[in-house]
C-alpha cells in the first residue's frame, strides 16, 4: 500500500471523512476536524503507523496531505 | 510555512502585539484580556527568574504562538528535580487553521527543551489544552475543590453558578430572605463532617513569613510524594511583601511553626461563578499532614475575621482534603485539572504504580499562582 493510501485511511479515522473526501490538497482549512487537537491526534497515528517521530519543525510544514507525504519520504518511509 | 521557536525578545513586542490583536479579531467575544499584551508578556515585575518565553515565528517574522516554561525545583519521592510548568501557550490555530500545526509544534518544543512537564488549571476537560495535552498522552487528573459558606444569604444571592434559570433564582432569594438557606447550609456544613476544634493553636499574619518556614520545609518534604519547593527563599518570590492582597498566616503550636497558608479575601464584581461576593480563598500552605486540620482551622478563621462571604480552596493531597471536610468544607465541582508529560508521569511512577492525586500536594500555589482568585 502506498504512503498516500495509508495517509488516506488515517485521515479517514482522525478526521472522521469518508474514502472518496481525501486528496492530497486537503488542508487544515479544509476539515472541521483539522484543527490544533486533530493536528495533534494525526501526528500521534502517523508516528505509530509509520514508526516514525516527528521534530517540532516537521510538525509545522505538515500544512496539507501532500506535505505530510513530503515530510514522510524524508524521513525515510517508503512506498 | 516554516515556523522556527525562539526565545523570546523584546525586538519582538510588536509582533506579540499584532499576534494578540489578530487573535481578538478572530474571536468574537473573547475577553479582552486573555489576549492582551499583558497577559502574553508579563509585566517586569510580575515575571519569576526562572520564567523562559518562547515564540513561534514564520520566516516574515510574524509571531504564531508563544508560550512559558516556569522552571521549578520540585521534592519527588526522596530527592529534588526540576521539573517545569507549561504555561500559556497560545497558537494562532485558534483562530485561523492554517496555523492548526503550531500548537503541537509549541508543545513539542517545550517537551524537548524540558520533557518533565506539568499544567495545571486549564479550565476544565471541555478545553482545548486539555484535549491536546491528553492526545499527546498526557496523564490527567482533577484537584479537587472545596468550599464553606460563612454568610448564607449573600451566597444564596449571588451563586451565579447555581442561579442560571429564573426559577432557581427565585427559590434562591426566597431561602436568603426567610433564613431556611441559612439553617440548610449550617446544619449541611456541620452534618458533613465533625467540626476540627483546635485548642492549642495560635496563628499571626505577617508581612514576610519567619526563618522557621526552612526547617518545616525541611520536616515536611517527605511526607508528600510530590511538592513543589515551599521554602522561605520560593515563597518570597511566589508571595512577594509588597504585595498587599496575599494574607500571609503562621500558626503555631505552644509556640512552635507548624504550619503557614496564603489566603486571599477578594471582593468581587460580576464574577462569572460568584457574583458580588467577598471570596477567601485557602491559596497555598505547608504542614505536616497530621497539622493540616490545625493550619486549615486557623486560615478559616482568619478569613471568616476578615469578612469573606465564602471560603474555597482546591487541594490534591488527602490530608488536607480531610482536614477541610473536618473544618466545614463541603466538595463542589472542580475545573482546576494537573496535567503530566508523559515522562513526568514515569517518574512519577513507583513499582510500576502511578502515585494517586492524593498523595501528591498541588494546589492554587501551584502553576500560575492564584492569579485568579
Given amino acids: ?79 | 510555512m516554516r515556523i522556527r521557536i525562539l526565545p523570546y525578545s523584546a525586538a519582538y513586542d510588536d509582533a506579540v502585539r499584532a499576534l494578540s490583536a489578530r487573535l481578538h479579531a478572530g474571536i468574537a467575544g473573547a475577553p479582552f484580556s486573555l489576549f492582551s499584551m499583558h497577559d502574553l508578556l508579563p509585566k517586569a515585575d510580575e515575571r519569576r527568574p526562572d520564567d523562559e518565553f518562547f515564540l513561534a515565528a514564520d520566516e516574515n517574522q510574524t509571531v504564531r504562538g508563544m508560550y512559558i516554561l516556569r522552571h521549578q525545583d520540585f521534592w519527588i519521592g526522596d530527592r529534588r528535580a526540576r521539573i517545569a510548568y507549561y504555561k500559556l501557550p497560545i497558537s494562532e490555530g485558534i483562530v485561523d487553521r492554517a496555523y492548526s500545526p503550531v500548537g503541537v509544534q509549541l508543545l513539542l518544543d517545550a517537551l524537548q527543551r524540558q520533557p518533565l512537564l506539568y499544567g495545571l488549571g486549564m479550565g476544565g476537560y471541555e478545553e482545548r489544552l486539555p484535549q491536546l495535552l491528553i492526545a499527546a498522552g498526557w496523564r490527567m487528573l482533577t484537584v479537587p475543590f472545596f468550599f464553606h459558606v460563612v454568610h448564607p444569604a449573600v451566597f444564596l444571592r449571588n451563586i451565579v453558578h447555581l442561579r442560571r434559570s429564573a426559577l432557581r433564582a427565585r427559590l434562591f432569594d426566597l431561602l436568603a430572605a426567610t433564613g431556611f438557606g441559612w439553617l440548610g447550609i449550617k446544619t449541611l456544613q456541620t452534618l458533613h463532617r465533625p467540626l476540627f476544634r483546635g485548642a492549642a493553636e495560635t496563628s499571626a499574619t505577617v508581612d514576610r513569613f519567619a526563618e522557621g518556614i526552612d526547617d518545616l520545609w525541611e520536616t515536611c518534604k517527605a511526607r508528600y510524594a510530590v511538592c513543589a519547593l515551599r521554602n522561605r527563599a520560593v515563597l518570597d518570590v511566589l508571595y512577594p511583601a509588597a504585595n498587599k492582597r496575599f494574607m500571609r498566616l503562621e500558626v503555631r503550636r505552644r509556640g512552635r511553626l507548624i504550619g503557614w497558608a496564603v489566603l486571599l479575601n477578594t471582593q468581587l464584581s460580576h464574577h462569572k461563578y460568584f457574583g458580588d461576593m467577598r471570596l477567601g480563598s485557602i491559596a497555598d500552605g505547608l504542614a505536616d499532614p497530621a497539622d493540616a486540620p490545625a493550619v486549615v482551622a486557623c486560615a478559616r478563621q482568619a478569613l471568616e475575621r476578615a469578612g469573606a462571604d465564602l471560603i474555597v480552596s482546591n487541594q490534591s493531597h488527602r490530608a488536607w482534603q480531610s482536614a477541610l471536610r473536618a473544618c466545614g468544607f463541603l466538595p463542589g465541582p472542580s475545573n482546576l485539572l494537573l496535567g503530566t508529560s508523559p515522562e513526568l508521569t514515569r517518574l512519577l511512577r513507583v513499582n510500576g504504580r502511578d502515585v494517586p492525586l492524593h498523595e501528591m500536594y498541588f494546589n492554587r500555589g501551584d502553576g500560575d499562582g492564584p492569579i485568579n482568585l
Fill in chain 1, 1 to 79: 500500500m502506498s504512503i498516500e493510501e495509508r495517509l488516506a485511511i488515517l485521515f479517514q479515522k482522525v478526521f472522521k471523512i469518508e474514502r472518496d473526501e481525501f486528496s492530497p490538497h486537503l488542508q487544515p482549512e479544509d476539515l472541521l476536524l483539522w484543527d490544533s487537537l486533530g493536528h495533534m491526534n494525526l501526528v500521534m497515528d502517523l508516528e505509530e503507523t509509520f514508526d516514525v517521530r516527528f521534530e517540532a519543525d516537521e510538525i509545522t510544514q505538515m500544512t496539507s496531505a501532500s506535505r505530510i507525504v513530503e515530510v514522510l519520504k524524508a524521513k525515510g518511509v517508503k512506498d
